[in-house]
């Protein structure tokens, strides 16, 4: 069974700087995106960046210039960069992995984590 271990949240004020970290644990194959969704308290769960297979990468508008994602398919990790932190920053954030696994065939593997909080507060 493929699990996602996040870490690197907590509190920071305004203006500083947080990095995620996302490991998955167990047998998924072929990588092609990692992603990293956020929800705030009361709001539906949002897509902030995507890095693919190529390195290509995409982010949500509100976080562009200052969040960077990053991802070591080989090594099964996806990192998020955060800087200049904001209050509307704040929430619980996901990491997500999409690939492949083999039980008997291939088929798609999508895994989520439990989510990381993110506090920004003076």
């Known amino acids: 069974q493929v699990q996602l271990a996040e870490s690197g949240g907590g509190s920071v004020q305004p203006g500083g700087s947080l990095r995620l970290s996302c490991v998955a644990s167990?047998?998924?194959?072929?990588?092609?995106?990692m992603r990293w969704y956020r929800q705030a308290h009361g709001k539906e769960r949002e897509l902030v960046a995507v890095v693919v297979s190529t390195g290509a990468t995409n982010y949500a508008d509100s976080v562009k210039g200052r969040f960077t994602i990053s991802g070591d398919a080989a090594k099964k990790t996806v990192y998020l960069q955060m800087n200049n932190l904001k209050p509307e920053d704040t929430a619980v954030y996901y990491c997500?992995?999409?690939?492949?696994?083999?039980?008997?065939?291939?088929?798609?593997?999508?895994?989520w984590g439990h989510g990381t909080l993110v506090t920004v507060s003076s």
């Open positions: 167990g047998s998924i194959y072929n990588i092609g995106s």
């Open positions: 997500n992995i999409a690939g492949s696994e083999f039980d008997h065939a291939w088929r798609f593997l999508e895994v």
